[in-house]
């Protein structure tokens, strides 16, 4: 197993001081650093427990990814621009033909997210399949099990190694067939509180005296050249073999930028059977760069849905600041409840009517607006409930632009990809992230109430139903029985006058 | 009304439809909130899939046979400007021609040209009729194949009027309601009593209208079948029969389905109590098929047209869904009836009536936008409670109509004169 971990200091922060680095023979100690950290760990398939192995020898490619959904704060985010919206994106390429039955009862088994059939679970982008969870306390549900089936019972500081992941801001898990590698990626963009002010004292150790652990205490490395680069400088070391801190400045291009652009959502209220999401960014008057497009990447779990005929007509897109629909992929049933529906929903590729908005930028300096309008599914009947909470998590909102160093992203340490959104795009693009901006929330999300039907009531329901039914049925009825007797009356009494 | 002529009440109706028309067209391209209705566009989709030779049930919600997207195909053509609103054009001439029909065949039943004239108007100036025909909604086509059926019956085409039934089933299934009503009038004049007519029910025209009216309908089938296969089964006929509909709508049922198609969580306090076995909603079909198709269809003696308004009536007010749209299947039979109906003797049954039937519906609709568009819980008992009303008043005024149409044996009470009716064997 390899392990590198990177902690990166916002420039605004102060130095770091000298006494705040300690590299000892065989650990590494860090004191008072504020920072966001990302811990990678790469493993062979050898190295993988059995169930694992289980799992990722039916894939050709898995993406596993979490997003906690939680603010990154102001901080600067170097390479760690890119989001994904709240919760669980699971992306798996089957291996040729399978049916990737392990994937599925794994994640039924420790997700809790109902899984009978890959197919009827996830859906399809020809090939690959996707899923996504809209929880934010989705890892720790899985983390505890996980620990416990990893670790054996009795290991409490393997275990608590794993439950450590808990509190990480995302989380990847890579795997590809053709590597046979298995990487974990976890950000926590603030230490998990052992220090007052969410800054990290910590002591990094190798597991074992062959391990080998990767330091590397970074900042920004300053202007570079090219719009596409990132520069780091800083110090790394590799514990149990660096006998004294190297001073290092790297370069390299990358796909994922942040942009100082702030957004927030909500539903327009009331929100009814037919909500629709506004998006508020402050973009200010230009865009980063030449040919470059905005773009909103949405999930829309269960019971929302969209209406892929409304999102198609462009005049009423454009009136929601949307260019055009690129993408509208999953379950888009129009009439069913949501108890019919087996799969998670359907991801939303937009992009933005921004040449609208920066041409009247000058003359308004208002913020940007665009929004999505969504449809509600029934919801089961409730004995207790007159209604159920529905969560919408926002969606990412990046800027997409052409790239010229796009055939040498893949030397970023850094780099992500596959990540639901950028597989849309020509290869030969980058990003700029652009932030969600928290108030009074503590998560990337809107909710909103769905009524349903109370059943508390559902015997009056049936016998009341039944009973105007009932009458409705017999007045009907009675008015055509009396008809014919009287006018089978009224023959008679003519057919007496006759005679 | 004035004196006018026959041509200038169908110019005067057709310039009521373009002027919506022209209408729609601008505030579909002003505005955001659509004049064309939602299925128009789904009949125009469908048709451009039937233009480069594929399926129209590639389009989803197409639950339609494929005649109409056939129909449709000009909607396809270039410069769509025009060609798109083809569709609303057919659909609005389809109700100009029903309107003449009406005209047509009233004046069989003795009615003067004026006092036709009249009573079409209710569908011909209708501007509830006009308007659902130019946003685009394929019912009014429905009502000029119904009223073409009533004419063609009445002079006696009985091969064409077999053939038109069984075109109407293939379209839309419920005018199945009208067959044994017109088999029941095809009456033989020297058939006395009850005895005499079981015997004799069998002639040669009740043998040749079913045999057409069958044959169209399974020819139309067969041929729709054979180049689109399964899909056209599902979505034209099976989906009928087995769809949810549990989102809200004007039917009595509509909670109950909602109730009793989601799945049910026990009251914590009274765990025992479970949704009980009734399954009325699996009997609808019952009440509805008894009153609608087997014993209304008796009064077909009486007055032929009145009773298909009634058979109509009931169809819908105890069907298990009922949108707005259903009303215009017996709004374009009301003009038969109501020239006789105690509705238009007594005023004020006939006030109340239709008082009670909007202000009911009202309140169903004041119920629904609450619920759709403010998000609050209306279900129960709101809804539901102005479903039923809506369902009582309109069970009220089916006795009415029953009242009128079993209570006499013809038209001439209203009209003063002898229906054609009795020069029966030309």
Same mark, same amino acid.
């Given at each position: ?68 959904? $939680?603010?990154?704060?102001? !901080?600067?985010? /170097? @390479? ?7 919760? %669980?994106?699971? *992306? ?51 983390? $505890?099990?996980?620990?416990? !089936?990893?670790? /054996? @019972? ?7 190694? %794993?439950?450590? *992941? ?56 300053? !202007?570079?050249? /090219? ?273 | ?426």
């Amino acid at each position: 197993m390899k392990r590198r971990i990177t902690f990166l200091v916002s420039p605004q922060e102060n130095e770091a001081p000298e006494d705040a680095l300690r590299l000892a023979k065989d650990s590494f100690e860090i004191k008072g650093i504020k920072a966001i950290r990302e811990d990678r760990f790469t493993l062979t398939f050898d190295e993988l427990p059995q169930f694992v192995k289980d799992v990722v020898k039916q894939t050709q490619e898995l993406h596993l990814r979490f997003d906690n959904g $939680k603010n990154y704060d102001e !901080k600067w985010k /170097g @390479p760690f621009a890119s989001r994904l919206p709240l919760g %669980v994106h699971i *992306l798996a390429l089957p291996l040729r033909e399978s049916k990737m039955t392990n994937l599925c009862s794994f994640i039924s088994k420790y997700a809790d997210i109902p899984c009978s059939l890959i197919e009827a679970a996830f859906i399809s982008r020809g090939r690959l399949r996707q899923l996504y969870a809209p929880d934010a306390n989705i890892l720790s549900n899985v983390l $505890k099990p996980l620990a416990n !089936k990893i670790c /054996g @019972p009795s290991k409490k500081a393997c275990k608590d190694k %794993v439950l450590a *992941l808990n509190t990480a801001t995302s989380l990847d898990l890579k795997y590809d067939a053709k590597s046979q590698t298995l990487d974990v990626n976890v950000i926590w963009a603030t230490s998990d509180g052992n220090a007052r002010d969410g800054s990290w004292d910590v002591q990094i150790k190798p597991e074992t005296p062959t391990d080998k652990v990767e330091v590397g205490v970074l900042t920004n490395g300053g !202007k570079t050249s /090219g719009e596409e680069e990132i520069s780091l400088r800083g110090k790394l070391a590799v514990v149990g073999q660096d006998d004294e801190l190297n001073p290092a400045l790297v370069t390299f291009p990358s796909r994922h930028h942040a942009r100082q652009s702030i957004y927030m959502a909500d539903f327009n209220r009331p929100t009814g059977l037919h909500p629709k999401l506004e998006v508020t960014l402050a973009l200010g008057g230009n865009s980063p760069a030449d040919g470059c497009t905005l773009n909103a990447y949405f999930t829309v779990p269960q019971p929302f849905f969209v209406d892929p005929y409304q999102l198609e007509d462009e005049k009423l897109m454009r009136s929601y600041g949307i260019n055009k629909i690129k993408v509208v992929e999953g379950e888009t049933d129009l009439e069913a409840p949501t108890w019919a529906m087996s799969k998670w929903g359907a991801l939303v590729l937009a992009e933005l009517d921004v040449e609208q908005y920066l041409s009247t930028w000058e003359k308004k300096r208002s913020p940007m607006e665009f929004t999505l309008p969504l449809h509600l599914r029934y919801m089961p009947t409730h004995p207790e409930k007159l209604s159920e909470t529905a969560t919408l998590p926002w969606p990412m909102v990046f800027w997409a632009c052409p790239s010229e160093q796009w055939n040498k992203m893949s030397t970023n340490p850094f780099d992500r990809r596959m990540l639901g959104y950028d597989e849309y795009f020509p290869e030969e693009t980058y990003f700029y992230h652009l932030t969600p901006k928290l108030i009074n929330s503590t998560h990337s999300q809107s909710s909103l109430e769905v009524p349903i039907l109370n059943s508390v009531d559902s015997q009056l329901i049936e016998w009341g139903t039944m009973g105007v039914i009932v009458v409705g049925f017999l007045w009907v009825f009675g008015t055509i029985i009396g008809s014919f007797l009287r006018s089978g009356g009224k023959k008679a009494a003519e057919h007496q006058k006759k005679e | 009304m004035a004196q006018i002529s026959v041509a200038s009440l169908l110019v005067l109706s057709s310039l009521l439809r373009l002027v919506f028309l022209l209408y729609g067209l601008y505030q579909d391209a002003t505005s955001v909130f659509k004049y064309t209705d939602i299925d128009y566009l789904v009949f125009t989709d469908a048709a451009r899939y039937v233009s480069n030779s594929s399926s129209p049930y590639l389009r989803a919600t197409y639950r339609y046979t494929p005649l109409l997207s056939w129909l449709l195909l000009p909607t396809t053509f270039e410069p769509q400007f025009f060609w798109f609103s083809f569709g609303k054009l057919l659909f609005a001439a389809g109700d100009i021609l029903a309107g003449y029909l009406i005209i047509q065949v009233l004046q069989i039943y003795g009615f003067t040209a004026t006092r036709a004239m009249k009573y079409a108007s209710l569908w011909l100036l209708n501007p509830m009729v006009a308007t659902i025909s130019t946003r685009g909604s394929s019912e009014g086509l429905l009502g000029v194949i119904v009223v073409a059926l009533l004419w063609s019956v009445e002079k006696r085409r009985v091969v064409l009027s077999g053939a038109i039934l069984g075109f109407a089933v293939h379209f839309k299934i419920y005018p199945f309601i009208y067959a044994p009503s017109i088999l029941l009038w095809m009456q033989p004049p020297n058939q006395p009593d009850l005895i005499s007519k079981i015997k004799g029910f069998i002639t040669k025209d009740r043998l040749v209208f079913s045999i057409t009216a069958l044959t169209t309908f399974m020819a139309l089938n067969v041929g729709m079948y054979a180049i689109y296969g399964h899909p056209f089964i599902v979505h034209t006929f099976l989906h009928h029969l087995t769809r949810l509909d549990h989102r809200h709508n004007f039917s009595p049922y509509n909670t109950l389905l909602y109730l009793k198609s989601s799945p049910f969580t026990p009251d914590p306090f009274y765990p025992a109590v479970n949704l009980s076995n009734l399954t009325i909603e699996r009997l609808a079909f019952l009440p509805q098929l008894l009153i609608s198709s087997v014993l209304l269809p008796l009064f077909a003696q009486n007055d032929l047209p009145s009773t298909m308004f009634a058979q109509t009536f009931a169809f819908v007010t105890f069907n298990k869904v009922v949108t707005s749209q259903y009303f215009m299947w017996y709004l374009v039979l009301l003009p038969f009836y109501l020239g006789r109906s105690r509705l238009m003797t007594k005023p004020l049954m006939g006030i109340a009536a239709l008082v009670l039937w909007v202000v009911t519906q009202g309140l169903w609709l004041g119920q629904a936008y609450q619920l759709e568009f403010e998000g609050e819980n209306t279900f129960w008992p709101g809804l539901w409670a102005a479903a039923a009303g809506f369902f009582l008043v309109n069970c009220w005024i089916l006795g009415v109509v029953v009242g009128d149409i079993g209570g006499t044996r013809a038209l001439e009470s209203a009209s003063g004169t002898r229906p054609e009716k009795a020069t029966l064997s030309r």
